[in-house]
């Protein structure tokens, strides 16, 4: 199994920065072994969306409001997954979600971001 840890959340004005982890551990932790790791948003009253996926290889795909404003990137040695988010706009504020795929999805219990105009 697989346990997920997000931070580096907060509140930002809009046009900033931030820069989230997820660290994975547990018995199947490990995510050199997971091929699949990705960050995810939900804002209230709305659906879980994909905001990013890295594979093993190092291939990421985006969703289409992130695309030029967000990089994915793992470190397999330190268990971690990164999201580096830039140009943050208020429509952005939602609960970010680490997730981690293997026989089942895992996921984190979020970390908030919330922008403010």
């Known amino acids: 199994q697989v346990q997920l840890v997000e931070s580096g959340g907060g509140l930002v004005q809009a046009g900033g920065s931030l820069r989230l982890s997820c660290v994975a551990s547990g018995s199947s932790g490990s995510i050199g072994s997971i091929n699949l790791m990705g960050w995810y948003r939900q804002a209230p009253g709305d659906q879980r969306k994909l905001v990013a996926r890295i594979t093993r290889d190092g291939a990421t795909n985006y969703a289409e409001s992130m695309e030029g404003r967000c990089t994915i990137s793992r470190d397999n040695a330190k268990n971690t997954v990164y999201l580096q988010i830039d140009g943050l706009k208020p429509e952005d504020t939602a609960v970010y979600y680490c997730?981690?795929?293997?026989?089942?999805?895992?996921w984190g219990q979020g970390t908030q971001v919330t922008v403010s105009s």
């Open positions: 997730s981690a795929q293997t026989r089942v999805t895992y």
